[in-house]
């Protein structure tokens, strides 16, 4: 089924209303097959026309359009047609109507009202009649006179593209929710039930790689590098491996590289003892000590200084350190698991990281993809974190609505799974008692760049042609790196031929050496 109510919010629409609007006055509704409104709130409309938008307003008037429509279209599903340019009795202007075909199924029209077709004898009376009839006063009429254009062939050709543009827009915008919908019911049949491995979550491809690759190494001991974003859960994996190895029944202890002040990270790691620095008022065991038999899990390895990599180079070869102000060397066997979100392969290229002591660590590497490659995962995910919210607070879970889902999807999330945890939990602080959480409650910036993501439409401003061209390129140009450059798809979804297609990408200059410099 078409959600009708996605359709006004989205940018390419809107641009394309604003232009009819801009140089006609006419404004554009959106209808089922049956004629009735969608997508449609009388609260919220806005119209250039004033008799059009006091005609939105009387529920006889909206009936009568519906009657019009659902006959129009019966028409033109018999004809060979593409639309129709006809007198709306009821109104007295003319309405064109622009039928919507889905997989060669009729489902709505695009409607535009408020125009003349032709400079026909007493339009102006018709129109004085007819909305003196529903009530409206002198001065109204006149403005919805003066706001209604008659329109040559030209204007007519022109408003025609505009129209059949939008439709096209509408079609292309369901077929894609579409195929993302139906993306996620396949990986959701072809995967089962394996959507977590302990406490990660998720069914898309670079995860369920990533559980296939955990599963071969339960069994291993080997050190293990694990590379990935802020935000990934780089713990979490670390955690999976240690409860799922030999090791699980013994201590798993964690260090991060990072937030302990240089100073003190030997002795931390290592121990030392009494009396070996000042403040040093008792002999401590270090985490290597504590992790014995166990996992040690070093995160933010690359923040290491190279004095400190030395010494963790001999734990890992020889399984042997010297806590801080002694002599006598300690042996210990631990599984060591390190973490880190820099390139350590560059920062061996610049001296800044020991070449011996990466091969040591990356004896085993896992990559742990960032949210933007596995956005199939967000449903999945924002699910687990509603649930988590509704646990925490005590109260019935909220509902993500299928826009603000959306939204989520065209957000590139920098700061990964943990952004989007907190992104949920302030959406569910801020809903109240609402038992939705609606696009207008996620952040500023999801909005923003949701918009963005979105194909930018053309100018409302200056020659129409040159809007038209360049609302084609913004089009393609965007279409082209959704698609990966799959120019049958994007052909396909466009409504045009390949080679037509091509023509266009070389027009615009969008091929993808050029395209990977805009």
Not at 250 to 271: D, R, T, Y
Not at 358 to 372: G, K, M, S
Not at 404 to 410: G, M, Q
Not at 439 to 463: C, N, T
Request: charged share 30%.
């Amino acid at each position: 089924m078409i959600n009708w109510d996605e359709f006004e919010h989205i940018h390419v629409i809107r641009k394309l209303k604003q232009i009819l609007a801009s140089w006609w006055n006419v404004d554009t509704i959106f209808t089922d097959e049956r004629g009735y409104l969608k997508g449609f709130d009388k609260a919220k409309m806005t119209y250039a026309n004033p008799g059009v938008a006091m005609l939105m307003q009387k529920d006889a008037a909206v009936d009568n359009l519906a009657e019009v429509v659902s006959k129009t279209l019966e028409d033109l599903r018999l004809s060979e047609n593409r639309y129709s340019l006809r007198k709306w009795d009821l109104a007295g202007f003319d309405i064109g109507i622009f039928p919507i075909w889905i997989d060669n199924d009729l489902v709505g029209a695009v409607v535009g009202l408020g125009f003349f077709k032709d400079g026909s004898t007493n339009r102006a009376g018709d129109v004085r009649e007819h909305l003196a009839a529903f009530g409206a006063s002198n001065e109204a009429i006149e403005l919805t006179l003066a706001k209604t254009r008659t329109l040559d062939e030209d204007d007519r050709a022109k408003l025609v593209s505009l129209v059949e543009l939008t439709s096209q827009e509408i079609v292309t915008l369901h077929l894609e929710i579409t195929q993302r919908e139906d993306r996620i019911r396949e990986l959701n049949k072809e995967l089962g039930s394996r959507y977590k491995y302990d406490s990660m979550i998720g069914k898309s491809k670079p995860m369920q790689a990533l559980y296939s690759l955990l599963d071969k190494i339960q069994g291993a001991d080997s050190t293990v590098l694990v590379q990935g974003d802020n935000g990934t859960g780089k713990e979490l994996i670390a955690k999976a491996i240690h409860y799922n190895s030999l090791r699980k029944e013994k201590a798993f202890i964690i260090a991060n590289c990072g937030a302990i002040p240089e100073g003190l990270l030997e002795s931390e790691l290592f121990g030392h003892m009494k009396g070996s620095f000042t403040g040093a008022i008792a002999t401590k065991k270090g985490l290597f000590e504590v992790a014995d038999k166990g996992t040690f899990f070093l995160d933010e390895i690359g923040e290491m200084r190279p004095q400190m990599q030395v010494r963790l180079l001999r734990v890992l070869q020889e399984g042997v350190f010297t806590p801080v102000g002694s002599t006598e060397p300690k042996k210990v066997d631990v599984r060591v698991i390190a973490a880190t979100n820099r390139n350590l392969r560059e920062m061996v290229e610049k001296g800044e990281f020991r070449e011996d002591l990466y091969y040591r660590l990356n004896v085993i590497n896992i990559r742990v993809p960032p949210l933007r490659e596995r956005k199939e995962d967000i449903p999945l995910l924002a699910e687990h974190f509603l649930t988590k919210e509704s646990e925490k607070g005590q109260q019935p879970k909220k509902v993500l609505t299928k826009r603000a889902l959306e939204k989520l999807y065209d957000y590139p999330w920098p700061g990964n799974v943990r952004e989007l945890q907190n992104e949920i939990e302030r959406s569910v602080v801020l809903s109240g008692v609402e038992g939705k959480l609606t696009a207008d409650m996620l952040s500023p910036k999801i909005l923003e760049v949701g918009e963005k993501a979105k194909v930018q439409g053309a100018r409302v401003h200056g020659k129409l042609k040159d809007a038209l061209e360049e609302l084609e390129r913004e089009m393609i140009k965007e279409g082209l790196r959704r698609t990966g450059w799959n120019k049958s798809k994007l052909a396909k979804e466009l409504g045009i031929s390949r080679a037509g297609l091509i023509m266009k990408v070389e027009k615009y200059g969008l091929d993808k050496r050029r395209m990977a410099k805009i």
